[in-house]
C-alpha cells in the first residue's frame, strides 16, 4: 500500500525550515507514504530538501521526487505578500522516488503515478 499524508498549512506553522524538511524526509523515507503540503514549499525550502535528502541517500532510501503547484507570476498582490513574509497559494508533493514512477506537471495540474 501506499500511504497519502495531506498536510495543512497550519500543521507546519510556526515550524523552522529546518523543522519542516526534517519531517517531510522522515515521513517519506520509509518509502511508502507520498506528503501533499497545502502550502507550497518556497524555491529556497526546496533546494534544501533536495541537499538534505542526497545526503541520505543509500541502498535503502534512494531519494525523493518533488514537484511544487503554485503561480508561478509575480503580479504586484503576490509581490507585496511576499515582501510582508507571507505565501501565496499553491501545494506541493513529495514522494520516495522508489514509488513514484512519474510526474507531469504543467501550469494548472500535476500528474503523478506511483507504484510499490
Known amino acids: 500500500m501506499i500511504a497519502i499524508e ?4 497550519k500543521a507546519m506553522q510556526g515550524k523552522t525550515t529546518t523543522e519542516k524538511l526534517q519531517y517531510i ?3 517519506v523515507k520509509k518509502g511508502d507514504k507520498i ?3 497545502e502550502e507550497s514549499l518556497s524555491p529556497s525550502e526546496e533546494t534544501q530538501l533536495i541537499q538534505l535528502t542526497m545526503q541520505q541517500v543509500d541502498k ?3 531519494g525523493i521526487e518533488v514537484a511544487t503547484l503554485g503561480s508561478a ?3 504586484i498582490k503576490t509581490h507585496l505578500v511576499k515582501l510582508l513574509g507571507g505565501r501565496t497559494s499553491g501545494l506541493t508533493v513529495v514522494g520516495p522516488s522508489s514509488i513514484v ?6 501550469p494548472n ?4 503515478l506511483a507504484q510499490k
Open 109 to 112: 495540474k500535476l500528474n503523478l
Open 35 to 37: 506528503v501533499v503540503l
Open 25 to 27: 524526509i522522515t515521513a
Open 6 to 9: 495531506f498536510l495543512s498549512s
Open 60 to 62: 535503502n532510501f534512494p
Open 101 to 106: 514512477k512519474q510526474i507531469k506537471k504543467d
Open 73 to 75: 507570476t509575480l503580479d
